[in-house]
């Protein structure tokens, strides 16, 4: 008798999987699904005010740009050149400067961190500077606890220096070549075009990845994913169905962060509507099945929490270019990278928003998307069968 509820078990399962595909059916369990959505206030949460949340965080709160950097100008020497070259470092709009007389007064500035480095303008400085020798003309000490900050101190305070020596040399002839740096893509180098776009993907990785683990394992955990999976309905037909008004959510939050970026953060878009849009519901693929496979795997809130964390949203922030040079990683970790979708929507996104269409650049990008979704679409739907079972 066993083996017999066995074999029947095992005849529905393989006469659900060869169901044929039912539209109508299909709509029902997306009706039921989106009205599921819409009543969550958590999935609405997550969805719509999240993205706008961490948009201005990374606009406003997250700069690369080094600007208005505080340093101190210790004084020492009361001559007029030296006064000069003071001046000089007051005069420019990248660095905050503060002046003091003795070098005490802002070390203790610096070790405090409030300072991020000192010039010292030396006592004989006159002397120095009437030799034209080797010797420097100041010194300068900067905060090693924050390197990237330290050597922008040190090039540019020498920077200064160079220009205000060179600006005392009259007898000099003038330069018949004047090289003017111009940057593409980016012109006034400002972070947040950059740290933008790359924003937006880790919205995207949130929506798509987090918030379908969150729900999907809800049902599991209250018992409701096994009604639904002993309906009539297909394996193919509860995935979609599952998952396709959050693929639209997703796609309204792509919507909603571009206008942000473009009218209220001043991020170009000089690429295309559609071609954004293409990256972005391709991109979704990805994010989608993961989330999925997460919580066929876990089926309980809290664990598919902590595994989306630490498999999408970390990796997402971490290892997608979005902040880190990926070419400047170890080669293991370059290799990691491969394997995380958001490595290639991030360098498509900065692509559509800063350079425009290049379609050299997103067709490779997106054939590595849509592969790496299908992997995770087909380990999804094994596990969400196995369930079944």
């Known amino acids: 008798m066993n083996g017999t509820t066995k074999h029947k078990g095992g005849s529905g399962l393989l006469q659900t999987d060869l169901r044929r595909f039912d539209l109508r059916r299909l ?3 997306i009706t039921k699904e989106s009205h ?5 206030p958590s999935t609405l949460l997550i969805a719509l005010v999240l993205p706008v949340v961490l948009l201005l965080l990374f606009a406003y709160a997250v700069s ?3 600007k208005d950097v505080r340093i101190g100008v210790v004084l020492e020497s009361p001559g007029a050149s030296a ?4 001046a000089a470092f007051s005069g420019t709009r990248f660095l905050n400067t503060h002046f003091a007389y003795d070098r005490r007064d802002v070390a203790d500035q610096l ?3 409030d300072l991020r480095g000192y010039v010292v303008i030396p006592q004989d400085f006159e002397q120095r500077l009437a030799q034209r020798g080797n010797e420097p003309l100041v010194q300068i000490i900067t905060d090693g606890s924050y390197p990237n900050t330290a050597n922008y101190v040190e090039n540019y305070a020498r920077g200064v220096v160079q220009s205000w020596r060179a600006g005392l040399d009259v007898a000099a002839p003038a330069q018949s070549i004047v090289l003017v740096p111009r940057y593409w893509f980016n012109p006034e180098l400002e972070s947040r075009r950059a740290l933008i776009p790359g924003a937006i993907a880790i919205v995207m990785t949130i929506i798509g990845t987090m918030l379908t683990a969150l729900v999907v394992a809800r049902e599991w955990e209250r018992g409701t994913m096994e009604a639904v999976l002993s309906t009539p309905a297909s394996v193919a037909e509860i995935l979609i169905g599952k998952l396709l008004p959050y693929f639209v959510l997703g796609m309204l939050s792509t919507l909603g962060a571009t206008a942000l970026a473009v009218f209220v953060f ?3 878009l000089r690429g295309s509507l ?5 990256l972005s519901g391709v991109f979704m693929v990805p994010a989608l099945g993961q989330g999925l496979l997460i919580s066929s ?3 309980n809130q809290f664990l598919a929490a902590q595994i989306a964390l630490f498999s999408g949203f970390l990796p997402s922030f971490m290892l997608s270019g979005f902040l880190y040079e990926i070419d400047a990683m170890p080669a293991p970790i370059r290799a990691i990278t491969l394997l995380i979708p958001a490595r290639y929507f991030v360098e498509s996104l900065k692509t559509v928003f800063l350079a425009g269409d290049i379609w050299a650049v997103f067709i490779p990008n997106l054939l590595a998307m849509a592969a790496i979704g299908t992997l995770f679409f087909m380990l999804a739907k094994r596990a969400t069968r196995k369930n079944l079972e």
């Open 27 to 29: 709509m029902a369990l």
């Open 36 to 40: 599921q959505a819409l009543r969550d």
């Open 274 to 278: 559609a071609a954004l849009l293409l």
């Open 111 to 113: 070790v405090s961190g």
């Open 297 to 299: 795997l876990a089926r």
């Open 266 to 268: 001043d991020v170009p």
């Open 64 to 66: 690369l740009d080094a």
């Open 83 to 86: 006064q000069s070259l003071a």
